[in-house]
């Protein structure tokens, strides 16, 4: 079985917890690898969320766009940002 390796971020109480398999994904122009990882909540502190709070996870990426013209680097980015509602599950994806 192949070792995955995870990039972890921590609330500084550990309540919280963020894991990705990567933290850079490239664009290669025929699209970017999924973007896949795992967020996890400390159950006992989960509980004591009201029952009409929700818990959303949002992603920003920064894309970085390098062409090399006449000896010049021209560097371009696009700033993407997407939430998620992870609780209370619902389908609805919310893009800002």
């Keep these: 079985m192949p070792s995955i390796t995870l990039v972890g971020k921590h609330s500084k109480d550990k ?11 490239v664009d290669e ?9 795992i967020v996890r909540i400390d159950p006992e502190y989960a509980k004591t969320f009201p029952p009409e709070y929700g818990v959303f996870c949002s992603i920003v ?5 390098e062409c090399y013209e006449y000896d010049t680097e021209i560097i371009d980015h696009t700033l ?6 992870l609780f ?3 389908d609805a994806i919310a893009q800002v």
């Design 88 to 90: 209370p599950k619902s």
């Design 15 to 25: 309540v919280l917890s963020i894991y990705t398999d990567k933290r850079v994904y």
């Design 29 to 37: 122009g025929d699209g970017v690898d999924p973007v896949t990882g």
């Design 61 to 65: 990426c920064y894309f970085i766009y």
């Design 80 to 85: 993407y940002e997407r939430s998620i509602q």
